[in-house]
C-alpha cells in the first residue's frame, strides 16, 4: 500500500499546478507520499484558503503532529495562500496529554479516544 501511495504521489505532483516551491530535500524515515495526508493536503489545497488537518489512525489510536514532509508542504502551500493548520493539539477526540518527540525518535502525538468514548461523546451529532 505505501509503494503504491509513494508512486501514485508522484504521477499526481506532475498533474498540479499548486506546489510552486520545492517540498523535497527533507531526509526522513519514510519517502514522500508514504503519508496519506501529504497527498490529500496536495488534492485538497488546491485554492487559497484556510485549511485544517487532523493526522489520525486508527490501528494505534493517536492523533499525530504533522510529520516533516507534511510540514515543508504546509509552508510551500502558506506560500500559494492555502494555510494549512495542524489541530492536533486541540482537537476534541484527543485525551491527554501532548507527546512531543524528536522525528527521530517517533512522531508527535496525543492518544485518540477509542470509538466507544467518542460515541457516548458525540454520538448526537449525525454522523458519528
Known amino acids: 500500500m505505501a509503494q503504491a501511495r509513494v508512486a501514485f504521489a508522484r504521477d499526481l505532483l ?3 499546478d499548486n506546489i510552486l516551491t520545492p517540498t523535497y530535500g527533507l531526509l526522513s524515515r ?3 507520499g508514504n503519508c496519506p495526508e501529504w497527498i490529500t ?3 485538497v ?3 487559497p484558503g484556510q485549511y485544517n488537518s487532523l493526522c489520525v489512525t486508527l490501528g494505534r ?3 499525530y503532529k504533522l510529520c ?3 510540514a515543508e508542504l504546509q509552508a510551500g502551500l502558506a506560500e500559494v495562500g492555502a494555510h494549512v493548520y495542524d489541530r492536533w493539539v486541540e482537537a476534541y477526540m484527543g485525551i491527554g496529554e501532548a507527546w512531543e518527540l524528536d522525528d527521530e525518535q517517533d512522531f508527535s502525538y496525543r492518544a485518540l479516544m477509542n470509538y466507544s468514548e467518542l ?3 458525540y454520538g448526537h451529532i449525525p454522523g458519528v
Open 41 to 43: 493536503f496536495i488534492i
Open 14 to 16: 506532475g498533474a498540479l
Open 61 to 63: 489510536l493517536k492523533i
Open 45 to 47: 489545497c488546491r485554492r
Open 119 to 121: 460515541r457516548h461523546r
Open 30 to 32: 519514510y519517502p514522500p
Open 68 to 70: 516533516g514532509y507534511c
